[in-house]
């Protein structure tokens, strides 16, 4: 019997009482959380993209409400549990949930934000006349003209305040081009940067809008130096072009041209015949630095580091010392030299930084290639430039690396079943096919195109890029400060060499390219979020419950996408955004009013239909009839649809106005009364753009591309 004074025997003293933890919530606590952060984010920028428009404070003041709410939620879920409100497992759920939503807030706060932040004024009208400004950036357009972008715009009659801040413009003469930070003046055509060519087509506006070109245009007239050029920074991009003109010198041809364009990020160089060829074998990505060149150029600069420090700890030299960490250290910098050196665009911003958040972690003594450690760079790059979600180069680039990573468990333990003389071709054969599974969809749906021997062309062409390439080019910057870059060039050289060859051979294999028509825009969103809700429950240590319900909802959302794509239908009618064209789907394909006349809006419809055919090709199908300035073609249930092009259409339009007719003209009409046709003419197009017409129940309904709320 215990005693009557209540202390505790002797071999009972001491016991302690056993404390039960509180319950805490299982899926708060668990590790992969994190790599949800950048996905509610891009969810969140996707929001904003449904109707981009600078925000008003109204509309401020709505995100910030519910992204403190739903952040008052997320901490007070695990409060109300304790307090016996509710049930742990509901407050994890309300915990997580209300995270997601203040995450998506946020993301739309971002999109908001950069908008705002890079807002500048936009031409509204046609513009001829002189055009001063600096010289920031050289290019060569789809075309195959030199570019110039100019910053600090000066245009006749026209204030600062309504001036373009930038404006972009093709070069229709053989002139020398001003170095990098010159400030020049010449007689140019401009205008606002073009409409979407055709209702849910791509919109260069956007895309211009975030680089800050607020007009394109060209010019035929010499280009003329107002000022010497300027120093500091300016001098560090001519030296880069100096260094790009060098390497195109001492190689020659397109392989130099490849060669600059790899170390340099200078394209200007590179025909659009090699561009083409490089788009139809699937090796295009090579001559644009991303990824891929950035982790060859940091794995070699480590690797051979770390062969330094090993040999050096083998003479007894740092034993116990991480030195590892320095090799990291010295690849990061070798990196940022690189981005310099490239120029810094966008993409290889980008590379940059998945490359820099990996060899960060090696000096954390953290895991290098993980979800985590790309979930971190995704977030760092979509809080830096929110817009960059809508792109491919994002979009496929950082599906090939969480492909890449999902398959190196499977391939680690396959490897040791491989003789070791196989396993670098098996490795190279893998992780090529897998990274053409992960990004063929994308690209498919962003550029309309498939390269059927793409995996061939890889196989062949990366290797050589990985081993001769990328190495020479680092071997030859390290000796061009003592001059004897000239034998590691001349490897680089045969390598550019070797994958121009592979190039043109697979882009002249019968069936090298696909067409694809254009997906709808719902197709890429619930492609890519239901590929990453499936990956991301996937790998979660839970196989029941939300995880469960969040891997079929994300398979469900891949299974639609694809249903939605293969029975989605063009549009029956496609009028060009000033009457200049119109298109008429046939069996045949799209059949196009006119042979010549709105090449790049017609171009660009005929790839948008999946169509490889030419406008001369697609003019010629059967379907219009009619003078070459008047054509006619029959619709469905009587409608009939008239084109007039040239000088007096406006009038022979007014003329053919009558029921059960869609009229379009290249000159305003006039009428006294309302129209009794569907009328479309460049002063109604104006303020609505591209416009694509369906019959449903023998009654034309009319869309238009959607008009960009986007004003300063």
């Known amino acids: 019997m215990l005693p009557q004074s209540g202390a505790l025997p002797q071999g009972l003293a001491a016991v302690q009482p056993r404390v039960v933890p509180r319950p805490r919530p299982a899926a708060a606590v668990r590790a992969g959380l994190f790599p949800w952060v950048p996905v509610c984010l891009s969810a969140g920028i996707g929001l904003w993209f449904l109707r981009p428009a600078l925000l008003a404070w109204q509309e401020w003041a709505a995100v910030a409400g519910v992204a403190l709410a739903a952040f008052a939620v997320a901490r007070l879920a695990p409060v109300w549990a304790e307090r016996g409100r509710i049930g742990w497992g509901a407050a994890d759920g309300l915990h997580l949930a209300a995270l997601a939503v203040c995450l998506i807030a946020c993301g739309t706060a971002l999109a908001g934000f950069r908008a705002a932040n890079v807002a500048a004024p936009v031409l509204e009208w ?70 979407p060519a055709s209702p849910g087509g791509f919109d260069f506006r956007l895309h211009a809008w975030f680089e800050g070109l607020g007009a394109v245009g060209y010019t035929r007239t010499p280009i003329m130096s107002v000022a010497p050029p300027e120093g500091g920074i300016w001098w560090m991009h001519r030296a880069r072009m100096a260094i790009s003109r060098a390497i195109q010198d001492r190689i020659g041809g397109q392989a130099g041209a490849v060669a600059s364009a790899l170390m340099t990020g200078d394209r200007s160089g590179i025909s659009e015949q090699t561009n083409e060829v490089m788009r139809a074998s699937n090796l295009y990505h090579i ?42 250290g010295g690849a990061l910098v070798a990196a940022a030299a690189y981005l ?60 090939a690396t969480i492909a890449l990573i999902l398959s190196y468990g499977p391939w680690s333990r396959v490897a040791p079943h491989i003789p070791w003389w196989l396993r670098p071709v098996a490795m190279l054969i893998v992780s090529s096919l897998v990274a053409a599974v992960a990004t063929s969809p994308i690209a498919a749906a962003h550029f309309n195109r498939m390269a059927q021997y793409g995996l061939l062309a890889n196989l062949l062409a990366v290797p050589v890029m990985g081993t001769l390439v990328m190495p020479a080019g680092v071997i030859g910057a390290i000796l061009a400060l003592v001059g004897l870059e000239a034998p590691a060039l001349w490897i680089m050289g045969i390598g550019t060499k070797w994958m121009l060859l592979v190039a043109e051979h697979v882009a002249n294999l019968g069936g090298a390219v696909t067409a694809i028509a254009l997906p709808p825009a719902a197709v890429v969103p619930m492609m890519e979020f239901g590929a990453i809700l499936a990956i991301l429950c996937w790998r979660g240590r ?27 239908r063009r549009p029956l009618l496609l009028i060009a955004p000033e009457g200049e064209a119109v298109g008429l789907m046939t069996p045949l394909g799209r059949a196009i009013s006119k042979p010549s006349g709105g090449a790049f809006v017609v171009s660009s419809w005929l790839q948008e239909d999946g169509d490889m055919a030419s406008q001369e090709d697609a003019a010629a199908r059967p379907a219009w009839t009619g003078d070459r300035r008047d054509r006619v073609a029959d619709l469905a249930a009587g409608w009939q649809v008239w084109h007039f092009t040239g000088k007096g259409s406006g009038e022979r339009a007014a003329t053919a106005c009558r029921p059960l007719r869609i009229v379009v003209a290249s000159e305003p009409v006039d009428l006294d009364a309302a129209p009794r046709c569907l009328l479309l003419d460049p ?16 009654v034309p309904i009319l869309h238009h591309a959607a008009p960009l709320e986007l004003r300063r």
Request: charged share 20%; no cysteine; net charge positive.
């Open 542 to 568: 839970w196989r029941r419950g939300p995880t469960s319900a969040g891997l079929g909802l994300g398979v469900a959302l891949m299974a639609a996408a694809a249903a939605l794509w293969i029975t989605a």
């Open 340 to 399: 310099w050196l490239s120029g810094g665009g966008v993409a290889t911003e980008r590379a940059f930084i998945m490359v820099a958040v990996m060899l960060g972690a090696i000096m954390a003594d953290r895991r290098a290639i993980s979800l985590r450690t790309v979930a971190v760079a995704a977030t760092i790059i979509l809080i830096y430039s929110p817009e960059v979600v809508t792109g491919a180069g994002f979009q496929m680039s950082f599906a």
């Open 126 to 195: 046609r513009y001829y006349g002189p055009v001063e400004g600096r010289v920031v950036e050289i290019d060569r357009s789809g075309r195959d003209r030199m570019r110039l972008t100019l910053d600090h715009v000066v245009l006749r009659d026209l204030p600062p305040d309504r001036t373009p801040a930038r404006v972009r413009l093709s070069l229709m003469g053989d002139d020398d081009l001003p170095p990098l930070g010159q400030r020049v003046m010449l007689t140019a055509h401009l205008g606002p940067p073009p409409a």
């Open 287 to 328: 001559i644009s630095i991303s990824g891929l060149h950035m982790g060859m150029l940091a794995g070699f600069v480590y690797g051979g580091l770390r062969l330094a420090t090993v040999l050096v700890q083998g003479a007894g030299i740092g034993l116990g010392r991480p030195l590892h960490k320095a090799a990291a």
């Open 683 to 698: 002063q109604r197009l104006k303020a609505t753009g591209a416009a694509s017409i369906d019959f449903r129940e023998d």
